[in-house]
C-alpha cells in the first residue's frame, strides 16, 4: 500500500555527554510539561507530534514512533524510519547502528529493535495459523543496505569490490518512474532468515561504512545510509475463498 500512512515527526533530545558536562555546556532546551513541545533558549518555541526529553529510554522511542509502523508492514504498508540532525546529535545511538559492544539490552537502538518485531510477529501469525488450522503464511524477508556518499550511491551489501572501487564506479543506478516515484536497479539484495541473520548484516554493513569514513577521513555527516527490509507474505486460501494467493509486500 505504497503511498498510504501517517507522517509522525518526533524529537529527541540526548543527555549530555560526559565532556559536556566537564566542560560546563548548558542545557539550551525546555521541554514543556505535558506538551510536545520544545523551548530553545528563552522563547523559541517549537511543537512536534512528540517530543523525548533526555531521560527518555530507548523503548519508550520505539514504542512511541515504530512500533505500529512495524505491525503496519503485516497489513503491506510501507514504512519509513527516518534520522536527521546534526552530527553528535544521536542519530546513530537512536537508530542502533552503532553496534556498540557495551550496551545492553535496553540501550538496543530503533532497528535492532524492529528486526526483533518483525521476526517475532512472523513467528506468532505462523504459530497462531497453526493453532487455528488455517494456512500457515509463508514469508519471504531480505535486505539491502546503501549509503549515500557525494551525491554517490555506494552498496554496502557489494561485497565483489573493495569500498573505495565501489564508490568509484557504483554499480547501482537511481531511477524516476512515470508517476515520479524513484527506484533503484543493480542493488545487492540479501536474503534473511532470522533475526539474527539480519542483524549480522546490518554489522557488516555498518562496518563497511565506517572503515570507509575512516579511510578517507570524511566527516560522518556527509554519509547517508538507508537499510530497506523488504517483507512478503503469502498467504495460499483454501479455492472456495480466493482463487489466487494473496500477496503483501511492503518494505
Ligand atoms: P550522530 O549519529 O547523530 O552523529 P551519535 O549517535 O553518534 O550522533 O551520538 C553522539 C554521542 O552521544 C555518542 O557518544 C552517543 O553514544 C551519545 N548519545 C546519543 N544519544 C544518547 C542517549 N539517548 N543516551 C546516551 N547517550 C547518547
Ligand atoms: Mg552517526
Redesign the pocket.
Known sequence: KIGQGACVFPR?I??Q?AREKIEGCHICTYVMPAEPQVVLGKDKAFTYDFVFD?D?Q?DAIYGHCTESLIEGCFQGYNATVFAY??????????MGT?F?VNIGEDELGIIPRAVNHLFRGIEERRQAATEQGKPVPEFKINAQFLELYNEEVVDLFDTARDVEARRQKSSVRIHEDASGGIYTVGVTTRSVNSAAEMIQCLKLGALSRTTASTQMNVQ??RSHAIFTIHLCQVRMCSPDNVSAPLRVAAS
Open positions: 529527541w540526548r543527555p555527554l533526555m527518555t530507548q540532525g546534526q552530527t553528535g546529535s544521536g542519530k546513530t545511538y537512536t552503532g556498540d560522518s555527516s
